[in-house]
């Protein structure tokens, strides 16, 4: 199939490597995607299960990819490019980061915002302490003053 896409004009393939009755579990097949970066003369980028350095770094060494795609990984974590980057985790305020994405979802949906924001800022809360308190609290409010509030207390001072 990627021969065809390139003989077809494709300029560079993305593949992600798992297929999508494995949805987000098991362990990518990096094997495929080498072979395919094999096959074709245009670039190849691999995504699937790359969350951090070491991640990117695997994927990369066995697929011999030219690039790679990150999806799930940045959920909650936007920084996370940057890290990559630069090999450097950079120095992050969470509730400011929260509150600033909160804010512009807010702002661009209105009310319907604090319906969407709730899977966002869990995904912020991943890893902090009382985390399912945090959430909890979040999707049963209503009130976006309030949920400020809590992003303030939950996730203020944790860096």
């Known amino acids: 199939f990627a021969k065809t896409l390139e003989n077809a004009g494709a300029d560079k393939i993305m593949v992600h490597a798992r297929t999508k009755s494995e949805g987000y579990s098991g362990l990518p097949h990096y094997d495929i995607v080498r072979e395919i970066k094999e096959n074709v003369h245009i670039p190849v980028f691999v995504n699937g299960n790359i969350t951090d350095k070491k991640s ?16 799930r990984g ?25 509150t600033q994405h909160f ?15 709730r899977k966002h800022l869990a995904w912020y809360a991943k890893g ?26 939950y996730l203020g001072g944790n860096t």
């Open 56 to 71: 990117l770094k695997t994927a990369l060494d066995i697929t011999h990819a030219d690039g790679a795609l990150i999806g």
């Open 74 to 98: 940045l959920l909650g974590r936007p920084w996370l490019l940057s890290e990559l980057e630069t090999g450097k985790k950079p120095k992050i305020n969470l509730a400011e980061i929260a």
């Open 103 to 117: 804010e512009l979802l807010m702002n661009y949906y209105g009310p319907h915002g604090l319906f969407i924001a």
């Open 128 to 153: 902090q302490k009382s985390v399912a308190e945090f959430c909890q609290k979040v999707y049963a409010e209503k009130n976006a003053d309030k949920v400020l509030q809590l992003i303030q207390l």
